[in-house]
């Protein structure tokens, strides 16, 4: 996070608003449990975290008429332009990565990532051509 604090610090945001709001613009809204559960970070931090975006203007939060218990967080208009300004300058610390540490290992880095992603409790993390992905 080295490479990319600066930036958020330069936004006034925290590394975890920027996932939330990053997973909101790639979402056009999401329920409160599904965005818990996509960002991971727990329910009661996530309440305090949407807070205080709410309070920046870079969410709404509305209940569902049907269903008063369900929360719905939309990413709000000045949200959207927060994360195209903020994603122009996290792309270009990506690019300052990638060139520093190699195309080939960066490649390799997110493949093994991609693989940690979708591991399972119990299984061995396989790599290598005969991995079949994993």
């Not at 990319?4 to 997973?23: C, D, G, K, M």
Request: charged share 25%; with cysteine; aromatic share 6%.
């Amino acid at each position: 996070m080295a490479f990319f604090r600066p930036v958020l610090n330069s936004y006034a945001l925290t590394e975890q608003q920027w996932r939330v709001i990053r997973i909101l613009a790639e979402h056009r809204s999401l329920e409160f449990q599904a965005l818990a559960a996509k960002s991971c970070i727990l329910p009661p931090s996530l309440t305090g975290i949407l807070t205080r975006l709410e309070r920046m203007g870079l969410v709404r939060r509305r209940r569902l008429a049907a269903d008063q218990r369900r929360l719905i967080v939309t990413l709000s208009t000045r949200g959207r332009q927060r994360v195209a300004r903020v994603s122009s300058e996290v792309e270009a610390r990506y690019r300052e990565i990638e060139a520093s540490f190699g195309t080939r290992r960066m490649a390799s880095l997110l493949e093994l990532l991609r693989a940690i992603v979708h591991l399972r409790p119990g299984e061995t993390l396989r790599t290598g051509p005969s991995a079949g992905g994993h």
